[in-house]
Every structure is written in structure tokens, then in C-alpha cells.
């Protein structure tokens, strides 16, 4: 076999610009595993990368997909602690919208206790960047409170199920009542920013004393408002600005609870740190899965990879609660 299917973005644009096309069967390198792709988390990264909004970082695979649960298939020099027919799930640099992506030894975890192929192909990419953003860079302590924006997105609900199932209290946005009923579900008190501005409701909620960590993926005039949102010494971690990568701050806000605006991006990071993020996410999570206090990630719809367009047209929708996911053999 010296080839694979894949999906290829014909140029900038909508779901339409998404075709199946062959290609070469990669190689793995030194440190890497190629793993045979079976399930692929969906991310609005892909929909930004297909838009030609988030192009990947130099040397990155061009491909969409930036996670997948399967096999290994072959392993790279040095690599010892993955064998061929392993099953894993992995964080990969680009290239999960194939039959067959390489990617570092060190990004592929077993599946965490109890999960299926396809709540396995949904966790990496958040279950990375939720607990390095929202436990390492905002440092969410114990006591503390959490305001999730977007919380019935993939991000946003693992973020709630993870904060409520560590002791914390959470307030999460959403934009339906039906969303408003499913996020309740899962332990938090929603938002409904239709209808109400989040910042009153915020402050209703919480007495006055402010929340101490968000999690936005939104920006533009949420920067601002989110300020207004913060307890004293209050972090706002930033993981995307869906309406806009612009803000006007109103500084004395900031200065007056000591605030911490910060943010990161996870793909751009090295082998070596999201190895170390890898390790941190099993220390942590995987005791709380195996005893129960965590459910696996929510999954919203499984589509076959032939039907990538209508997946993505899905995901444009907003519709979804939590995960979208493709499967080569559904």
C-alpha cells in the first residue's frame, strides 16, 4: 500500500471547497508513530482553516485534523513505548482528515479508562487545551469559581465537565434554552446571552464577588465585558476571538481587580511541552475516569468521512452540543 485517502481544501471557502483525494502514504520520523486513523474529533479550528483564517504553522502537515483515535500502524526510529496495533488516541500536528497521519510518539495516549473509538477521537484537542489554559495558565485553584463561554461547544462542555467534577463552581454561556437545560445537566448555571447581558448576570449569580477564571473563545466587546465579569486577581485565559482578535479595555477595570488578561494557541507549541501536557492530562484526568466523577467527552453527531461537507456545514450551524466527529468506517 503506498497510498491513502484523504480530504483536501480546494482553496479558501464554505464546506464546498472539501474533497476526498488521494495521496501518498506517509512515513514516520524519528520520535514518531503513524497511526491508521479510524476517528476524528472536529474542531473550529477546521473550520477556520478551511475558511483561510488559521493557516497552519510553518512545517505543520497542511492537512485539517488536529486530533484522531486508531492503531499504530508503523513506528519511527527510537520510538520503544508504542508497538504496531496499539490503539491510541493522539494529538496531531495537522493531518488527522486521512487515512493515515504521523505524528510524535509522545502525542498518542491509551484510550482513558472506560471510552469507546469515538470518545476518544473527541478528548485530545480538549482536553489539551482546557487543562493548559484553564489549570496551568489561569490556575484555577480549588474554591475558585469558572465562567466557560460557549459551554455547549466541544472546548466549553469538557471545560464544564472537568471544573464541576474538581469541586468548582461554573457559569457557562449558551444561546438557547435547550442548550440552557443540557449545560444545567451537567452541573453548571447557564447564561443565556440572547436574552440577558452575561456581565449582570454574572454578578447576579455570584453576589457580586465576580467569578475568578474565564475561559472566552469569543473576544471583540467580550474583552471588556469579561473584565467586568472578574473577582479580585481574577484571570482571563483567551483561546480564540470569534468575533474579532480586536478589544478596547477599559484599563481602570483592570487595574482595579488586579486583573490577568492571558491567552495561548495550542498548535504552534513544541513536541516537547505538549508531551509534558500530555503527561499532566493523564495524571489528572485519568483517576477521575476511572472512578466515575468525570464522563467521557459529549459527542453530538458521528458523520462517515465521505459526508465531510454536510459535518462541516453542521458545525457552521452552531447546532451542535459538544463534539462533532468523522469515522472512516462509522
Known sequence: MTSMRCVQVEGPGGPEVLRLAEMPLPEPGPGEVRLKVQAVGMNRADIAQRAGTYPPPPGANPLLGLEA??????????????????????????????????????????????????????????????WSNVYEQARLAPGERLLVHGGASGVGSFAIQLAVARGHEVLATVGSAQKAAIVEGWGARAIRYREERFEDRVTELTGGRGVNVILDMVGGDYTARNVRCLALDGRLVQIAFQQGATATLEWMEVLRRRAVITGTLLRPRSVEDKARIGTAVVRELWPLYASGRLAPPVVDRVFPMTEVQAAHAYMDSGRHVGKIVLAWNP
Open 69 to 130: 483515535a486508531g492503531t499504530v500502524d508503523a513506528v519511527g526510529e527510537g520510538v520503544d513505548t508504542l508497538h504496531a496495533g496499539d490503539a491510541v488516541c493522539a494529538l496531531t500536528p495537522g493531518g488527522a482528515y486521512a487515512q493515515y497521519v504521523c505524528v510524535p510518539a509522545s502525542h498518542c495516549l491509551p484510550f482513558p479508562p472506560g471510552f469507546d473509538l469515538v470518545q476518544a477521537a473527541a478528548f485530545p484537542e480538549a482536553a489539551w487545551t482546557v
